[in-house]
């Protein structure tokens, strides 16, 4: 249950856990045309080919009985507002586990290879957003560390969530 890089081959299955995911922890937030706007946008295998592709991203994914259970997207220089005194921070994108297979540990080795990386990036903080009526996120980013900086805003479509900006020292 190590984590590995992803490849180009794991596009499709990364694109559908995402959507998967998103839908099952945030749909019924959403209109439908919101959320199909947004899941056109966000998770696609088109998409995650031009992640995987850009140099300042990496994706991890982790397997389970042959199928990719979990991933993690992280970028080398944090798009999150400036709010702490961080010099190079880096930012975890999106850390989702397939709904059926959470609590068995991938999160942990996600949350330790983006550690390793944010580390081997000489950066001095790892940043994240999470959506603020989610805390069981937000207790498993505290478990590593992690505290609430600032009240920030994601949009889906005409949508406006309330998040939190979460970090933590390196």
């Not at 299955?13 to 099952?24: E, H, K, N, S, T």
């Not at 709010?83 to 999160?107: N, V």
């Not at 944010?118 to 996120?137: C, G, M, R, T």
Request: hydrophobic letters at 45%.
């Amino acid at each position: 249950m190590m984590p590995r890089l992803a490849t180009p081959a794991d596009a499709a299955a990364i694109a559908d856990l995402g959507r998967r995911a998103f839908v099952a922890k945030f749909g019924h937030l959403y209109s439908a045309e919101n959320l199909a706007q947004f899941l056109e946008d966000a998770h696609t295998p088109a998409k995650v080919l031009k992640e995987l592709a850009d140099p300042h991203m990496r994706v991890a994914v982790i397997e389970q009985d042959g199928a990719i259970a979990s991933f993690c997207k992280i970028i080398r220089t944090s798009s999150l507002p400036s709010r702490t005194d961080a010099q190079t921070p880096m930012e975890l994108k999106q850390l989702y586990t397939d709904p059926d297979l959470i609590g068995r540990g991938h999160g942990a080795r996600l949350m330790e290879w983006a550690t390793a990386q944010a580390k081997d990036w000489h950066a001095d903080e790892i940043q994240l957003s999470v959506y603020a009526d989610n805390p069981q996120a937000q207790a498993f980013y505290r478990r590593f560390g992690f505290e609430k900086v600032a009240d920030i805003e994601f949009w889906v479509g005409d949508h406006c969530d309330p998040e939190f900006m979460f970090a933590v020292k390196l």
